[in-house]
Nanobody, 115 residues
Framework: VQVVESGGGLVQPGGSLRLSCVASGFTFSRYAMSWHRQSPGKERELVAA????????NYADSVKGRFTITRDNAKNTVYLQMNSLKPEDTAVYYCSAKFLDRSYWGQGTQVTVSS
């Protein structure tokens, strides 16, 4: 099983980034997918989630209207489009897959929002 995030980097406040998460080794289309983030000294928090078929999404209040989660089951990939980024969005972003009692996590990708 592999869950690999990419797309992080340094961006100025107000800028945009798109994170990608490619999964392999399990039946991607059965799994709900989510993005989480963790910054130093803080607990990991849920940022956005999407159901297995992509019909429903939910977001943390802090990112509603700025972030969008989507998935492409044909490519085993989930995305997080992040717009209007703020310094407080700085964190390591993790991708997670969950189905019943199984869950898988990636290693994370760093997002830094700074001028």
């Amino acid at each position: 099983v592999q869950v690999v995030e990419s797309g992080g980097g340094l961006v100025q406040p107000g800028g945009s980034l798109r994170l990608s998460c490619v999964a392999s080794g399990f039946t991607f289309s059965r799994y709900a997918m989510s993005w989480h983030r963790q910054s130093p000294g803080k607990e990991r928090e849920l940022v956005a989630a999407i159901t297995s078929a992509g019909g429903r999404t939910n977001y943390a209040d802090s990112v509603k209207g700025r972030f969008t989660i989507t998935r492409d089951n044909a490519k085993n990939t989930v995305y997080l489009q992040m717009n209007s980024l703020k310094p407080e969005d700085t964190a390591v972003y993790y991708c997670s897959a969950k189905f019943l009692d199984r869950s898988y996590w990636g290693q994370g990708t760093q997002v830094t929002v700074s001028s």
